[in-house]
């Protein structure tokens, strides 16, 4: 079946570390996203790709990274510089283009920082 | 700037009552709409969307929701609620390739 697999499901990272957050889809999607949800703020938009090797800022990029080297993987690192990484981060993908039907999202990774 | 508003936080019902959940968008033209539903540690699964078609769409599991252009409203709704409808529910619009998200509505079935 497709789908977009993120793993693990729980981490757990010590303060001052980087953690990156693996996101990958077999669904010949162009657009990949990354996703931050905190109680009570629905989801803010961290990262984006429309096309491999390239991706933009979302609103909150500040403290995170990514690269886009495959079409499949779209990794998320969370690095030391980002204040109050404990979080829910989601991964979702879409065909891309003008269109728009909908995003297909994983199953999320709870951050926690100890 | 374009904003999705979710009017309640938190919405119980009874088992086998009406569901309504609110949502109000801002838009300087016609976006595409979507509810989504969330379950607790789960990802987000799309339950309908509105794409410039019928106002009244149809999604999974009983739901529907009608764009209303006039009132920049699209509620969700549902005839008789069933416990495995708790869940907290997002209203989406989609500007371009990007969604913005409501807050998010949490569901609570009573039995």
């Known amino acids: 079946d497709g789908g977009i697999t993120q793993s693990p499901k729980y981490l757990f990272r010590k303060e001052g570390q980087n953690v990156t957050l693996s996101c990958e889809q077999n669904l010949n999607h162009d657009a990949m996203y990354w996703y931050r949800q905190d109680p009570g703020q629905g989801l803010r938009l961290i990262y984006y790709s429309q096309i491999v090797n390239d991706f933009q800022k979302g609103d909150i990029a500040e403290g995170y990274s990514v690269s886009r080297e495959k079409k499949e993987s779209f990794p998320l690192t969370v690095t030391s510089a980002q204040k109050n990484p404990t979080a829910f981060y989601l991964c979702a993908s879409s065909p891309g283009g003008l269109d728009n039907y909908g995003y297909t999202f994983g199953s999320g990774t709870r951050l926690t920082v100890v | 700037a374009q904003s999705v508003t979710q009017l309640d936080s938190h919405v119980s019902v009874s088992e086998g009552t009406p569901v309504l959940l609110r949502c109000n968008y801002s838009s300087s033209y016609s976006p595409s709409l979507f509810w989504y539903v969330q379950h607790p540690n789960k990802g987000l699964q799309l339950l309908l969307k509105?794409?410039?078609?019928?106002?009244l769409v149809k999604g999974i599991n009983g739901f529907e929701a009608e764009f209303k252009k006039s009132e920049t409203s699209f509620h969700l709704t549902k005839p008789s609620a069933h416990m495995s409808d708790a869940a907290e529910y997002f209203c989406?619009?989609?500007?371009?390739?990007?969604?913005?998200f409501g807050a998010g509505t949490i569901l609570r079935v009573k039995s």
């Open positions: 509105y794409t410039s078609a019928a106002t």
């Open positions: 989406v619009v989609s500007y371009g390739n990007k969604l913005v």
